[in-house]
């Protein structure tokens, strides 16, 4: 019997090839667009990944922009609504509401589907690369994993991923864990010539700790509740339909409409937001104003500072290019504010709601409110600090 001999196969050892990108941002919100438009603009390799297959799904904010941002950044006049000057602000009663009037224009709301699109195009034009149906799925040592595309390695991960940001644990950085919960109903309105109004309501029957509010864009009327999920005597969505059903201010629907909602971080920004290859922006950072809870205005200043302390650390990998980016900074220059957050949060009752009202309505009062609605003062810029505010 002739001797079988053995035949040995020459396996070539599989190598799969990684992509390497300089920056990799999770969340293709206004934040994750603007700063990776700005890092693009820099020359760096940009990859944006965001789970939503569309920007236009899913819209969680009512798109108002406040006079501080239009006045500072290139917004697309089309895509805005007509400007608002007054402020109509009511007690639980809805009985004889405060009218503040501003001699600006105060605010616009904008459609905000054509607004991230346009930031997509932006950021596409700037050389970014942006991959939608892309879940994040985890990230360690510099490789990125996903759940729908092949993993990445990158030098920085940008996390603008939302108010509960898995980057945020993933890398190591603070979490918002004071959250409040928004919702809104947005139906079409048929033209009228009448000048808008920014309807306010505080309520803590439907908005513990905050505000209820109407509002429209020329184009669809936005109606919608904000406050301590704890403290809700019922869900949002019967808060919200109640509040609805006789919200001062509402235009009648010219057709059906949709309901929006999303968590709100309420803590006045988070302190570690930054880190070696790694930082936050948007509502991921805590970027909204802890009083007003506007978020717009913070989360494009902030996306402006993160891509100039991303691109310096990326060009020199010194780390001190990421002092800059100092969350507890900013928290010391929100002290005034977090403190009248305490006090709209402890308004738990009717009662203290009307008499918070009554209050205002006196000449300092009425001041006040002006300050907080028409002030300069949305969202500070954090200043440049010496000491090491990532160490830790």
């Known amino acids: 019997m002739p001797c079988r001999r053995s035949r040995r196969r020459n396996i070539a050892p599989t190598v799969t090839s990684v992509r390497s990108v300089d920056v990799l941002v999770v969340g293709a919100g206004l934040a994750g667009l603007h700063t990776a438009r700005l890092l693009a603009e820099q020359g760096f390799d940009v990859v944006v990944v965001d789970r939503r297959r569309s920007l236009s799904a899913g819209i969680r904010t009512t798109g108002i922009f406040v006079r501080r941002t239009l006045d500072d950044f290139d917004l697309p006049d089309h895509l805005l609504g007509p400007a608002i000057r007054d402020v109509l602000l009511y007690p639980p009663s809805r009985r004889a509401p405060i009218r503040l009037t501003s001699d600006r224009d105060e605010y616009r709301v904008a459609d905000m589907a054509g607004i991230y699109e346009h930031a997509h195009r932006a950021a596409e034009a700037a050389g970014a690369q942006i991959a939608l149906g892309v879940r ?7 490789l990125v ?7 990445v390695t990158t030098r920085f991960v940008v996390g603008a991923d939302g108010a509960r940001s898995t980057v945020a ?4 950085l603070d979490v918002n864990r004071r959250l409040l919960v928004g919702a809104e109903i947005v139906h079409p309105i048929a033209p009228t010539t009448a000048a808008p109004t920014f309807h306010c309501v505080l309520d803590p029957r439907v908005a513990p700790g905050y505000l209820a509010w109407v509002i429209d864009d020329g184009q669809h009327a936005h109606i919608g509740v904000a406050g301590y ?10 808060l919200l339909e109640e509040f609805a059903a006789h919200a001062p201010g509402r235009t009648a629907a010219a057709g059906p409409g949709v309901r929006r909602g999303r968590p709100i971080p309420g803590g006045g920004g988070l302190r570690r937001v930054g880190g070696p290859g790694r930082l936050l922006v948007g509502d991921a950072a805590g970027a909204v104003s802890p009083l007003t809870a506007g978020g717009l205005d913070p989360c494009l200043r902030m996306s402006e500072l993160a891509a100039k302390v991303a691109g310096g650390y990326l060009r020199t990998g010194d780390q001190r290019e990421l002092y800059r980016y100092d969350g507890s900074a900013l928290r ?6 977090l403190l009248l957050r305490r006090a709209l949060a402890g308004i738990r009752s009717p009662a203290a709601a009307e008499a918070a009202v009554a209050a205002l309505r006196t000449r300092a009062g009425r001041a006040v409110a002006a300050r907080i609605l028409f002030g300069d003062g949305s969202f500070p810029t954090v200043a440049p600090v010496t000491a090491n505010p990532l160490a830790g």
């Open 136 to 142: 994040y799925a985890g990230a360690a040592m510099g």
């Open 145 to 151: 994993r996903f759940a729908g595309a092949d993993p």
């Open 169 to 172: 644990r993933d890398l190591g």
């Open 229 to 238: 999920p704890g403290a809700m005597r019922a869900g949002i969505r019967h």
């Open 332 to 337: 010391a220059r929100f002290r005034g504010r």
